[in-house]
């Protein structure tokens, strides 16, 4: 039986993980607000090496359409400023000559669409996650059957792996869902 108590406590940190990353990857899908995550993956050069924004300087949100970069050196700004233009992210940075502001512009319908399937895609990438940590966990148990676990025993593991599942399926189908609604409200 403890064999089957570790393949269960091994599924559930699995699909743990799993949703943790989807909640990752959701806060990086913009929501029409202003979000320092927005810009969690521009580097930028810092003495000959590319760096993350957040290595060199604090990023904050002014307000809910204001993002401010205040970089640690004063020397920083302009390259600070020209990683974010080639990011490519449809921010337009101004450098006050402290500070660099980003207003954050509304979101078009169309693109709030976008950026809803992209938090469904993401979301459906989790439940793969999940239903192959339930096959792993399935196999070990079939496994543990061949090797004499009792079959009334197997089957009750089984059903507890695929309930376990469900619980985890709902938990996406929340975030997804309240995804939505944040980035479809104005």
Known sequence: MKDVKSVMENAK?????AVGHLEVQLTKVRAG?????????VQTEYYGSKVPISQVASINTQDSRTLVIQPWEKSMLTPIEKAIQAANLGLNPQND????????PPLT?????DLVK?????????????????KDAMEHIKKLAKDGLPQDEAKDAE???QQLTDQYAIKIDKHIEQKEKEILTV
Not at 13 to 17: I, L, P, V
Not at 118 to 134: C, D, L, P, Y
Request: glycine content about 6%; overall charge positive; proline content about 2%.
């Open 109 to 113: 319908e169309e693109r709030r669409k």
């Open 33 to 41: 607000k202003a979000n320092p995550a927005m810009l969690e993956n």
């Open 97 to 104: 000559g402290v500070i660099i502001r980003i207003l954050v």
């Open 159 to 161: 059903t507890k792996v």
């Open 13 to 17: 940190a699995a699909m743990d993980k």
């Open 118 to 134: 992209t938090a469904k895609a993401e979301g459906e990438e989790a439940k793969v996650g999940i239903r192959n940590i339930r």
